[in-house]
């Protein structure tokens, strides 16, 4: 049995009608409704889907102690750069160094300029002496140094996690 009242149509259940009129709030609830179960179950699926929560959080990075050669394959008086491990090994005659490539203004990877002798940042200008020491731009310290030291082997090994003063050198 159907009534009508104001333009709204009412359909009883027994007779197999609707249970939903189409009005802009039903709709709205429904899109609601619809965005609220999609967000719980993605957060589900992050949680026991693959790669969620039972699976491990392991970051394989490379080792940070790792060797560099022997100091016969470094020129004296020069800068190598290792860029996969993101560090400069500076020799001064008998002396190494073990410098970091990362900027300490922003981040960005210091080059150094052999007509200079410098290391300069192309990002925002910073600009480091030979020794990691900074002069210009807006770096607000020197580079970082890591450890270096010769193992039994007479190899120099390099050890990025241990950050050293500017003074410390190894002397071969």
């Excluded at 429904?30 to 957060?43: E, H, M, S, T, V």
């Excluded at 490539?101 to 410098?118: D, P, R, Y």
Aim: charged share 20%.
């Amino acid at each position: 049995m159907e009534t009508k009242e104001k333009g709204k149509v009412f359909t009883s259940e027994s007779e197999g009608g609707i249970w939903f009129t189409f009005s802009r709030r039903n709709i709205l609830t429904l899109a609601g409704w619809g965005l609220f179960f999609a967000a719980i179950g993605a957060y589900l699926s992050q949680i026991l889907g693959y790669k969620g929560f039972f699976y491990p959080k392991v970051l394989f990075e490379p080792s940070p102690r790792f060797s560099v050669g022997e100091p016969r394959y470094f020129p004296e008086n020069s800068v190598t750069t290792l860029k996969s491990r993101k560090m400069f090994v500076v020799r001064d005659g008998n002396s190494f160094k073990a410098i970091s490539v990362v900027c300490q203004h922003l981040g960005c990877a210091v080059e150094f300029s052999k007509e200079k002798n410098i290391f300069e940042c192309p990002c925002h200008g910073s600009k480091y002496y030979r020794n990691g020491v900074n002069f210009a731009g807006p770096a607000p310290r020197p580079l970082n140094h890591f450890e270096i030291v010769l193992d039994d082997s007479g190899k120099l090994v390099v050890d990025t996690s241990k950050v050293v003063p500017i003074e410390t050198e190894l002397i071969v």
